[in-house]
């Protein structure tokens, strides 16, 4: 996961006037500006919004601290309405794994769950053959965690109207967001498997073979369909396992069926195995670490990890999302720049008691884990 270290920080809500809303005709301009669009459609108010900025820029960039910290603040804030709306629409791609709920600020996340006893019921009567079945809730609050996204700020060219540096790191800012959380989901998803007492469905071996990956495919599938969750170095070792066997006469034919090599062709794996979706992850390199060879980047999610995971209502992992974006500013303890900062809360949690209905696929020989 990527992290931004800093010293001197500022929260912005300690130093915002609060002047500005999201519904500002100057918020409306700002983005345009970040995305490099026309400016005419706003007539006169885009001279003054655009004057307004620029001077912004000039007063975050001031010896005066107070007044750098409040237009520093003020600048962050018009960032933060610009990037908060797709950065709550791309989280929502933690749904993946189960169920995604957004709540607000001020809300307790809580997670109810069912589950049946009864095998109780037949230990307690002598000689008793009938289980008892009961189901029973639980009630329990879910921890959230911090994500982060940043980038280098440089207010002098703010100060001059120039925002290809706010839409690069704009843009960075969702990506960092959405791939330290799904990381941070994966790692919570596989802790609690790891960790879950009693049945569980976890293959970790050097090397997968077709046997044992089928063997977790039909102890998950009998909590529902399944789809399986992973980086391409795993979802690729299933496109052997499609072909076919069979004789004619006397003769061996093996093959693969036509629309398995366009699926092949298109995606560069199987999309379905066995009745099951493959799903890949999209998994770039964490440019801020080299593997343990140094010769390549390390990859930001376990390459060797995948989820075998029942369909839709029925998957145990719950993921959220709590208030909105909130921001500061400080200085990058590495490098000394000024660094403006997104945090977002963020929660995962695998129903206790049904950690048994999710499968783990790991192998060693990809690795990712250590």
Known sequence: ????????????????????????????????????????????????????????????????????????????????????????????????????????????????????????????????????????????????????????????????????????????????????????VVQKVYDAIKNATGVKYMLETAGLTKSAVDNVLTKVRRNGRPTIIGDYAIISQFTPWAGYVGTINTNTITGISEKAMNEIAQNGALSMYNGAVLAEMENPYNEYKLNTKGDNFETLLPAGLAFVIPTGAKSPIATYSRGGLTSQTGNDIKTGKILTRFDIEVGCDVAKGREHQIGVIYDTNVGGLD
Not at 76 to 85: H, I, K, M, P, Q
Not at 131 to 143: A, D, E, L, N
Request: no cysteine; hydrophobic share 40%.
């Open 1 to 184: 996961m990527n992290t931004f270290e800093m010293n001197n920080v500022r929260r912005d809500s300690d130093n915002y006037n609060g002047k500005i809303t999201k519904y500002s005709p100057v918020v409306e301009v700002f983005a345009a500006m970040v995305n490099g669009e026309s400016l005419d459609k706003f007539g006169k108010k885009a001279d003054v919004a655009v004057n307004y900025i620029k001077d912004l820029g000039v007063k975050a960039s001031s010896d005066n601290s107070v007044i750098a910290a409040n237009a520093a603040a003020e600048l962050n804030t018009l960032r933060r309405f610009v990037v908060e709306a797709p950065v709550l629409e791309e989280i929502k791609l933690l749904g993946i794994f189960g169920t995604y709920q957004h709540v607000g600020y001020d809300e307790t996340i809580e997670r109810e769950v069912y589950n049946h006893t009864g095998e109780s019921s037949r230990k307690q009567a002598a000689g008793g053959d009938v289980v008892f079945p009961m189901t029973t809730k639980v009630t329990y609050p879910v921890p959230t965690f911090t994500i982060s996204g940043g980038y280098a700020v440089d207010y002098r060219r703010v100060a001059l109207g120039d925002m290809s540096r706010e839409n690069e790191g704009l843009a960075q800012v969702k990506t960092d967001i959405l791939n330290n959380a799904k990381l941070a």
